[in-house]
């Protein structure tokens, strides 16, 4: 056991709490992933990242607490978590918030917007802890981790991430949020892009992606930046991973139709003839890699 993710956010596009959710949940992604050192990664800031808060703080226990915070990209449902994220206001703590080197200053720019008189009583000055932001580079090396970048099919760009041990490489976590794999002209990525990212994928231990759309539902919403459930397991199985982890579900989808989806993804599977775990991220559980 290298690494361990938690799952405090699952949801895509718009918080969806309810008694139909509660399983798989209803908060907007926020991963929080933990080397073996004890360093701390949170992958995206929806409103997940709330109770995260509130249970560094009772981990922590009065002691200081840093970490990265890793934004796949500005959209509001991988940042809407951060205004309510209690550790901030605390003072003594340290957050440095990072995303692609190109969307510094747009990340920057929406996080203090969505704090500004118009929208929230409060502004982005009103953290105490000390809060940084700085660019990844394609490859990052951290306390126990190391991580790697890859650009992403979607609206307005976003990243995706590459997490190892930092020294053997493997196992790996691979976590792509908001992404599209179907055909859509619309984006600058370069004719070989899904060979890149099947390699940028390959033999992950754990591969997080975004399974937004059924087929029929794809069909209305190509463009949109989002995968269907077919595509999905396909990278997964070219890519050779050993669990793909279904993530940023469809805010309409009931718990009984994202088990569903996950039976007719185990069903593509058995029909390739691979070996390949398929499951559904749901908020508060735990994942070694
Ligand atoms: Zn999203
Ligand atoms: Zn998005």
Known sequence: MTLTLTFWGT???????????????GNTPCVELRSATGALLILDAGTGIRHLGRSLLERANGKPIAADILLSHAHWDHIQGLPFFAPLYEGGHEFTIRCAPGALGGVESALKSQMSRTVFPVTFDAFRSQVRFRALNEIERGDGYALRTVPLRHPGG?????????????????YISDNELGEHAGYDSPADWRDSLVSFARGASLLVHDAMYTADEYERHRGWGHSRYEDVVDLALDADVQRLVLF????????????EQVAVCQKRVRERGARLEVLAAEEGTTLTV
Request: no cysteine; proline share 9%.
């Open 158 to 174: 976003a990243t995706g991430y590459r997490v190892t041990d930092g020294n053997s490489g493997a196992p790996a976590l691979v």
């Open 248 to 259: 940023h579900h469809h805010p309409e989808r009931t718990d009984a139709a994202v088990s």
């Open 11 to 25: 949801r895509g596009s718009i918080p969806s709490p309810g008694a139909q959710t509660a399983q798989y949940g």
